[in-house]
């Protein structure tokens, strides 16, 4: 079985309001060294033993290409590794 770790994060650029309200939030509890941050989301996705490693990156890539991320404002990353689950 292969896992993905998947990270999606906004562009450098882009508005990211959700981290804007955590940074005041933290700015507002008195965290005033705070310079900038940055969220986002984390996905894991466990795919079938019998994939090739590249046919699992392949299909890892689409996945986020087509559902998890929107490639206009968003990047993602991600690790595979083999997983006994």
């Known amino acids: 079985m292969w896992l993905a770790k998947i990270v ?7 508005l990211n309001p959700e ?3 955590i940074q005041h939030a933290l700015e507002t509890l008195g965290y005033q060294d705070i310079d900038g941050l940055e969220s986002g989301k984390y996905f894991e996705v ?3 033993a019998g994939l090739k490693q590249t046919q699992a990156e392949q299909a890892v890539r689409e996945i ?7 490639p206009v404002i968003q990047q993602y990353t ?3 590794e083999e997983a006994d689950l």
Not at 8 to 14: D, M, Q, S
């Open 46 to 48: 466990r795919l079938k």
């Open 19 to 21: 981290a804007k309200t």
């Open 64 to 70: 986020c290409d087509r559902v998890l991320s929107n």
């Open 8 to 14: 999606v994060t906004y562009k450098r650029g882009i």
């Open 78 to 80: 991600f690790e595979l």
